[in-house]
């Protein structure tokens, strides 16, 4: 009997520690998905600038801070296939004197440009340029550039100006500062004549997607 009663006894201290093992392993894991949980509003905040941001920063913005000299240094990457010289030779890519403002793949002499560099057609100015410099495989996939592209927008916007100053001196485009505020402006007036019913005249839907990511 009193083995019993001691079997019984064992099981139910045995019991215990298994509940107690459960309490200890289930708070362990609530501890290391706490860590976790703070983890996604930061996250979803990214996700929520991310989204206003997700236009790619536009080339007028970062041209008017954009540094020459750094420009140069960023361009030694470019030596290893271009020259930059007035009248330099060209290389595995053609001499690049000039090219802002001239026509796609028609500049230099003698350097026989791919078709599919060729097909683009257009000029290069900042914009192109500097959707060539992110990606030159999605910009004309293709193409015999062999160069990854450029990741950082600073860095583009460093070697446009540089390449700028190499025989092109094309003006500036103007910071886009006035761009955003003059659809803004224009916004409303198109789709204002229901918005005031609403009580706010300055908040019609449309101008409001890029609102909320300034206000918060
Ligand atoms: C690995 C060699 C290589 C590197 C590095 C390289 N390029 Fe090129 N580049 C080329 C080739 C090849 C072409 C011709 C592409 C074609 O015809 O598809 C070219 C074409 C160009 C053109 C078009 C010229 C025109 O007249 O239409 C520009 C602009 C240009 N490169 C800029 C740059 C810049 C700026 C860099 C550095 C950030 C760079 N490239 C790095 C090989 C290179």
């Not at 007035?86 to 690049?96: D, E, Y």
């Not at 446009?160 to 485009?173: A, D, F, K, R």
């Amino acid at each position: 009997m009193s083995d019993k009663t001691n079997t019984i006894a064992g099981w139910t201290l045995a019991g215990c520690f298994v509940a107690l093992g459960a309490t200890i392993v289930g708070g362990m894991m609530f501890h290391s998905g706490e860590p976790k949980k703070e983890g996604y509003p930061v996250e979803a905040v990214d996700e929520g600038s991310g989204s206003g941001a997700a236009a790619e920063v536009p080339i007028a913005a970062l041209l008017p801070t954009a540094d020459a000299t750094k420009g140069a240094e960023v361009f030694k990457k470019c030596a290893a296939c271009h020259t930059i010289n007035q009248g330099g030779a060209n290389g595995i890519g053609p001499n690049l004197y000039a090219t802002v403002g001239e026509a796609v793949a028609q500049g230099k002499a003698g350097f026989a440009f791919s078709d599919a560099l060729k097909a683009k057609g257009g000029k290069w100015d900042f914009d192109s340029l500097n959707a060539w410099l992110t990606s030159p495989r999605k910009f004309a996939p293709g193409t015999k550039m062999t160069f990854a592209g450029l990741s950082n927008p600073k860095d583009r916007a460093d070697v446009i100006l540089y390449l700028n100053q190499q025989g092109s001196n094309l003006p500036l485009p103007a910071a886009p500062a006035a761009a955003p505020a003059g659809k803004d402006a224009a916004a409303p007036a198109g789709g204002n004549t229901t918005a005031p019913a609403e009580g706010n005249a300055t908040a019609p839907a449309d101008g409001n997607t890029a609102a909320p990511a300034a206000k918060k």
